[in-house]
């Protein structure tokens, strides 16, 4: 089993930025993809970013040059760095891992972009 701990989430004013981050725990391989994802009500989740375990990184094409995955590997911790934030940013962002081949979600947290 696997546990996805996030954290960083709130409000913040369009143009700033926020830092989310998430610790994984449990039985973790050393081969492994961590990600972002988010949600807005009625709509489906999306993919945000994902990182793997060597570094090689993934984004979403609209948000590529404003938000930033890393991940800490000694730690099992990925972070997502946000700058220029926009009201559609709004979301509730959720935290990934594909561990052996299982995907695992932490519980979500809410990030609101607005003046």
């Known amino acids: 089993q696997v546990q996805l701990v996030e954290s960083g989430g709130g409000l913040v004013q369009p143009g700033g930025s926020l830092n989310l981050s998430c610790a994984a725990s449990?039985?973790?391989?050393?081969?492994?993809?961590m990600g972002w994802y988010r949600q807005v009500p009625g709509k489906q989740r999306e993919l945000v970013a994902t990182?793997?375990?060597?570094?090689?990184?993934s984004y979403a094409d609209s948000l590529k040059g404003r938000f930033t995955i890393s991940r800490d590997n000694t730690k099992n911790t990925v972070y997502l760095r946000m700058n220029g934030l926009k009201p559609e940013d709004t979301a509730v962002y959720y935290c990934?891992?594909?561990?052996?081949?299982?995907?695992?979600w932490g519980q979500g947290t809410q990030v609101t972009v607005s003046s």
């Open positions: 990182i793997t375990s060597g570094g090689g990184t």
């Open positions: 449990g039985s973790i391989f050393s081969i492994n993809t």
């Open positions: 990934w891992i594909n561990n052996r081949g299982r995907n695992y």
